[in-house]
């Protein structure tokens, strides 16, 4: 298993694709978080000392907290005193370009990432030898893999994106289980791009409510998360989940591999055969080909909204019903 970060909710970020981005800031606006898009988008520069990485000698990997694009090896890294992570090469000539920089009075050089043009920091000629310079980069402009350590097993995740109706809903349920590490509501199954919202209400860009679920696979795995998914949802009304109607509330798995294919198969098959339902499953499966995770309101929604009309009345049964059905697998339980 390689050594890689997945950001569900960012589908420009790889730690292996080089190819260059070339994404507005509109759009990176969406995916970041505040603190970061500051930084890599308006060239904003965090306190000293206030990340975490400018003493941290662990062996490893830094790549561009944006785009994923690996930019230096910890070897190329070196303790400064000036409170920002700082190195003395970086990982190869394309890894990080150079612009001059008159702001603040003062004549720099600005460090962007090579791949998605992102706010780094600043190189100076002031570092140790053998190169004699000095990348001073924001601890939040990069992300850290440490070197996988042989004898230890690391655990990776694994995600899976499913549409059940409303997001809220889904997303909600997801959050309580065990093993689950986070849940992000977002559209899939589209045509449109970054589509919004309103968009996929309508009903026309093909999209589904979906959420993206990530997990530890030592945890819980895709039989008990589709336990759950049969569980809340209603998956014998076609493109409808109660009151809500429209393509975009179909039931969905969607696949990335043809592992969860077959078994996505194999459980609608099982459902069937027992006869779980009055009516027929109409659940779809589909290949996964991008996931748009949704605006930012729409996220964690239920648990900021618990008094709405909606929540109480929809939301709150379907949390219910999962809590009592999988009390021992709640996350709060112990
Ligand atoms: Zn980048």
Known sequence: MSNTISKPENPYYSNTD??????????WKKILSPDLYAVAREADTERAFTGTMWNDETKGTYYCATCGYKLFESNQKFTSSCGWPSFFEQENKE???????????????????GRCDSHLGHLFNDGPEPTGKRYCMNAISL?????????KSSTSLATITLGGGCYWCVEAVYDNLKG???VVSGYAGGRTKNPSYEEVCSGTT?????VQITYDPTQTNTDEIFKVFFTVHDPTTLNRQGADVGTQYRSVIFYTNEKEKQ????????????????SPVV????????????EEYHQDYYNNNKNQPYCKMVIQPKIEKFEKLFKK???NQN
Do not use: W
Request: aromatic share 8%; net charge neutral; glycine share 2%.
């Open 180 to 182: 689950v590490q986070s």
């Open 18 to 27: 080089t190819s260059k981005l070339n994404v507005s800031n509109a759009e």
């Open 329 to 331: 697998r709640l996350k």
């Open 263 to 278: 078994e996505a198969k194999n459980v609608i098959a099982a459902l069937q055969s027992a006869q779980v339902y009055d």
């Open 206 to 210: 093909g999209h589904a409510e979906v």
């Open 283 to 294: 659940t779809t499966i589909e290949p996964l080909t991008q996931f748009y995770k949704a």
């Open 143 to 151: 992300d850290f893999v440490p070197n996988v350590d042989p004898k």
């Open 95 to 113: 890894s990080i370009v150079f612009k001059l920089d008159k702001s603040y009075g003062m004549i720099r050089t600005e460090a962007l990432c």
